[in-house]
């Protein structure tokens, strides 16, 4: 038998957490993990993805590892690259006590990935972080936006 005192402390808690099954659109806004383990930030209009990323390298300068921030994207299915690719792609950088810094990327694909066609990057530089937080910027089919993202998960 429920007691009366925890049945209304239960319907309070459902009135304001809400105890309705996720709905289509509620799931929608979870996040998504991408197939090269970045945050995917859900692009307008339901096109795709873009899945940023940060990528390490050495270059042949030197032997201490630089980065390039990258977003791939990816049509809806997050395995294949985005058709038409975006333009004016750029990824602005919060950074922990420092101002953002915003990064342009341009078109760099990698022909060994099933997805690389949709690979933008920033140049090489010394790793800013691991984790990036911020927001991305693009046209994609001639609409602009700006989306956040996290990798922190």
């Known amino acids: 038998m429920c007691h009366p005192v925890w049945a209304a402390a239960f319907m309070s808690l459902c009135a304001v957490g809400g105890c309705a099954p996720t709905t289509a659109s509620s799931a ?16 307008p209009d339901d096109i795709g993805f873009g899945e940023v990323v940060v990528e390490l390298a050495t270059t042949e300068r030197s032997e201490e590892p630089h980065a390039q921030v990258v977003v791939y994207f990816l049509s809806s299915d997050l395995k294949t690259a985005l058709s038409p690719l975006p333009t004016d792609v750029s990824v602005k950088l919060l950074l922990p006590y420092k101002d953002p810094q915003t990064l342009a990327l ?23 972080l691991d984790e990036p937080i911020g927001e991305l910027t ?14 922190v998960r």
Do not use: C, N, W, Y
Request: glycine share 12%.
């Open 28 to 43: 929608r806004k979870e996040t998504m993990i991408g197939p090269h383990g970045g945050f995917a930030v859900r692009l």
């Open 106 to 128: 341009s078109s760099q694909p990698k022909p060994d990935d099933p997805a690389g066609t949709g690979r933008f990057a920033s140049q090489l530089e010394p790793p800013l």
């Open 138 to 151: 693009a046209a994609v089919a001639g609409k602009s936006f700006t989306a956040p993202f996290s990798t």
